[in-house]
């Protein structure tokens, strides 16, 4: 049987991974999570007027299979929607606005880029097609080695190659147009990722699958789920930072040595098993890998910075062309690749816990905004956006890969049983990413813990499971 465990991080990947652990290993399994920061990783909330509000990966899209088990599971609620529009801004004026009539909104699309809006449709529908495979090849138990068999599981080469061709070349050649391209691509893009039409075709899948399905959020802040899966497997959470590991081996077996830093001092501990949900690229932390044979080599790849300012304050709508705050229609904004627009996207966000009683601010009241930019605003960018403003928030991340096409997919196995999850951001970053890519890393586990080979990196999926169901 296995014994103690280690994961590293207590974001959604670390939650997700020993809730995963513990449903294949059984009850019985001892799992530290080791977390410096808080329980939630990105998934934080700020605090404006003691409301709290998601300063991050605020949606989820409506497929998300894994998390919408884990809400059913801990008995979460999602959020009431509250309806609002949006736009897409090009530092003039704005080239698409959303209507409250869906059919006039598909007629304006159609009215300015003919048939790229559908044949951009039909090109996420068939990616995540394939992808939703992957949730009838965990429930049979199969894994995956790497990064690129499981590509290539659900979709062959093509989807192996969507990491390392940019989304821009995959769309043009199924006829979606230039314009199109740099029209609304681009803001979606910028909106996510902070990045441009130069992110790989699979990231660029994911997040343009999530821009036009209906998405949802968990009442009282997306960040519950990580701590009640926690709670769910009593995991034994510490409150330190890991600064590395080093291997012993005993009786023929891989013993980990887990080395953190905590308030009281530096400490050690020793596991059979451990998975690394924290970036190990070093511009990320400094994570030092001891007695390993061959060597585990560096991560290669840099992260975005990202800046999510939530400020509290009245929007400067003349600044969107709309003298008239009161006639301002959009509750978000998203913007195109122009050099001199120095904002990714704004919206006005409704706090965690909405009440039934709860109604949007109305333009020309204050309102709780967040803007996403690359750079922190300054105060002349802030006057830009808003007439005036009672508080500013300002949250700075290193939170996507920055995704410089051709980069090689960064390794699962690390060691016999030492293994990564991050890695799957490279191939897009979504919360439902992370949460498939933790259930793979504990069926691989589990599959060569128990030497069920024939469980990992199988050929021909499809076929197997429709003949064993």
Same mark, same amino acid.
């Given at each position: 049987?296995?014994?103690?465990?280690?994961?590293?991080?207590?974001?959604?990947?670390?939650?997700?991974?020993?809730?995963?652990?513990?449903?294949?290993?059984?009850?019985?399994?001892?799992?530290?999570?080791?977390?410096?920061?808080?329980?939630?990783?990105?998934?934080?909330?700020?605090? !404006?007027?003691? $409301?709290?509000?998601?300063?991050?990966?605020?949606?989820?899209?409506?497929?998300?299979?894994?998390?919408?088990?884990?809400?059913? %599971?801990?008995?979460?609620?999602?959020?009431?929607?509250?309806?609002?529009? *949006?736009? %897409?801004?090009?530092?003039?004026?704005?080239?698409?606005?959303?209507?409250?009539?869906?059919?006039?909104?598909?007629?304006?699309?159609?009215?300015?880029?003919?048939?790229?809006?559908? /044949?951009?449709?039909?090109?996420?529908?068939?990616?995540?097609?394939?992808?939703?495979?992957?949730?009838?090849?965990?429930?049979?138990?199969?894994?995956?080695?790497?990064?690129?068999?499981?590509?290539?599981?659900?979709?062959?080469?093509?989807?192996?190659?969507?990491?390392? /061709?940019?989304?821009?070349?995959?769309?043009?050649?199924? &006829?979606?147009?230039?314009?199109?391209?740099? #029209?609304?691509?681009?803001?979606?893009? /910028?909106?996510?990722?902070?990045?441009?039409?130069?992110?790989? @075709?699979?990231? &660029?899948?994911?997040?343009?699958?999530?821009?036009?399905?209906?998405?949802?959020?968990?009442?009282?802040?997306?960040?519950?789920?990580?701590?009640?899966?926690?709670?769910?497997?009593?995991?034994?959470?510490?409150?330190?930072?890991?600064?590395?590991?080093?291997?012993?081996?005993?009786?023929?077996?891989?013993?980990?040595?887990?080395?953190? +830093?905590?308030?009281?001092? $530096?400490?050690?501990? =020793?596991?059979?098993?451990? !998975?690394?949900?924290?970036?190990?690229?070093?511009?990320?932390?400094?994570?030092?890998?001891?007695?390993?044979?061959?060597?585990?080599? #560096? =991560?290669?790849?840099? =992260?975005?910075?990202?800046?999510?300012?939530?400020?509290?304050?009245?929007?400067?709508?003349?600044?969107?062309?709309?003298?008239?705050?009161?006639?301002?229609?959009?509750?978000? !904004?998203?913007?195109?690749?122009?050099?001199?627009?120095?904002?990714?996207?704004?919206?006005?966000?409704?706090?965690?816990?909405?009440? @039934?009683?709860? /109604?949007?601010? $109305?333009?020309?009241?204050?309102?709780?905004?967040?803007?996403?930019?690359?750079?922190?605003? #300054?105060?002349?960018?802030?006057?830009?956006?808003?007439?005036?403003?009672? *508080?500013?928030?300002?949250?700075?991340?290193?939170?996507?890969?920055?995704?410089?096409?051709?980069?090689?997919?960064?390794?699962?196995?690390?060691? +016999?049983?030492?293994?990564?999850?991050?890695?799957?951001?490279?191939?897009? *970053?979504?919360?439902?990413?992370?949460?498939?890519?933790?259930?793979?890393? @504990?069926?691989?586990?589990?599959?060569?813990?128990?030497? +069920?080979?024939?469980?990992?990196?199988?050929? #021909?999926?499809?076929?197997?499971?429709?003949?064993?169901?």
């Amino acid at each position: 049987p296995l014994s103690p465990a280690a994961v590293v991080g207590a974001g959604l990947g670390g939650s997700a991974a020993a809730y995963f652990l513990q449903q294949h290993f059984g009850p019985q399994v001892q799992l530290d999570v080791y977390e410096a920061a808080g329980v939630g990783g990105r998934l934080a909330t700020v605090t !404006v007027n003691k $409301q709290q509000y998601e300063s991050r990966g605020a949606s989820i899209h409506a497929l998300s299979l894994h998390m919408q088990d884990f809400v059913k %599971i801990l008995g979460l609620k999602h959020r009431r929607e509250v309806a609002g529009k *949006s736009a %897409i801004f090009s530092g003039e004026h704005f080239v698409l606005e959303e209507t409250d009539w869906y059919l006039l909104n598909l007629f304006r699309l159609w009215w300015h880029y003919g048939i790229s809006f559908l /044949r951009l449709q039909m090109w996420v529908e068939e990616v995540m097609e394939k992808f939703m495979r992957i949730y009838k090849y965990q429930a049979h138990g199969y894994a995956f080695s790497s990064l690129e068999e499981l590509l290539r599981s659900l979709g062959g080469e093509a989807f192996v190659n969507m990491t390392q /061709r940019s989304v821009a070349e995959s769309l043009l050649e199924v &006829g979606v147009t230039q314009r199109f391209v740099d #029209d609304v691509i681009a803001a979606v893009l /910028r909106s996510s990722y902070g990045q441009s039409v130069l992110v790989p @075709a699979f990231a &660029g899948a994911m997040s343009l699958a999530g821009a036009q399905g209906s998405t949802w959020a968990v009442e009282g802040g997306n960040k519950l789920v990580c701590s009640g899966l926690l709670k769910l497997t009593k995991a034994n959470v510490i409150s330190a930072r890991v600064t590395g590991v080093s291997l012993h081996s005993s009786e023929g077996r891989a013993l980990y040595q887990v080395h953190y +830093e905590s308030a009281e001092g $530096q400490g050690s501990a =020793f596991y059979d098993m451990v !998975v690394v949900t924290t970036p190990l690229h070093p511009s990320r932390s400094n994570f030092t890998f001891e007695n390993f044979d061959p060597p585990i080599a #560096d =991560f290669p790849g840099a =992260f975005q910075p990202s800046v999510t300012s939530v400020v509290h304050g009245y929007l400067n709508s003349s600044y969107f062309g709309f003298p008239d705050p009161k006639l301002f229609p959009f509750t978000s !904004v998203l913007t195109t690749d122009t050099p001199d627009l120095f904002f990714h996207a704004m919206d006005n966000i409704c706090p965690v816990n909405i009440s @039934a009683a709860f /109604r949007r601010k $109305q333009p020309q009241e204050a309102a709780v905004w967040r803007v996403l930019s690359q750079q922190p605003l #300054d105060k002349h960018q802030l006057k830009t956006l808003f007439r005036s403003y009672y *508080s500013v928030q300002v949250t700075e991340w290193q939170t996507y890969p920055r995704y410089d096409a051709a980069k090689a997919l960064p390794p699962i196995v690390l060691h +016999e049983n030492l293994f990564y999850l991050s890695g799957v951001e490279w191939v897009a *970053s979504s919360m439902e990413m992370i949460a498939v890519a933790a259930k793979n890393v @504990a069926l691989l586990a589990y599959n060569r813990w128990h030497q +069920e080979l024939e469980k990992i990196d199988q050929k #021909d999926l499809m076929h197997k499971v429709k003949t064993e169901l």
